[in-house]
């Protein structure tokens, strides 16, 4: 899986889809988001700084995007399970995406940045 695209392409389907789009609409949010492929993920940049990434649940079978520095951000749908910093939120790959949703949690992670709350 050293190829980027193999992480998409190996999904079944509807989660394929569903995080083609999440990468799409992560990307439109920000001129300064870039997409990287780091610790065999794929992640998403801001200004060079990674801070959040697609993933799927291994037991829920869910895509989520996990927002590094989530543990700043309150939300409801944001979940952490055992992780010290990072918070998630599950998707249901045949159900339309929260964009809105998604725009504003993004938006708020990205703001971490720009108000120093997080360094970059």
Request: glycine share 4%; with cysteine.
């Amino acid at each position: 899986m050293n190829n980027p695209p193999a992480f998409y392409s190996k999904q079944t389907e509807p989660i394929k889809d569903c995080l083609l789009a999440l990468k799409h609409i992560i990307l439109s949010i920000d001129e300064d988001i870039t997409s990287e492929w780091k610790y065999g993920m794929p992640f998403f940049c801001y200004k060079g700084k990674m801070f959040c990434y697609l993933w799927v649940h291994k037991k829920l079978q869910k895509p989520y995007i996990g927002i590094v520095e989530g543990k700043h951000i309150e939300h409801p749908e944001l979940i952490m399970e055992k992780r010290s910093r990072t918070k998630i939120i599950l998707f249901d790959a045949h159900q339309d995406l929260p964009i809105e949703t998604i725009s504003n949690l993004i938006n708020q992670a990205i703001n971490l940045y720009k108000t120093g709350v997080v360094k970059l």
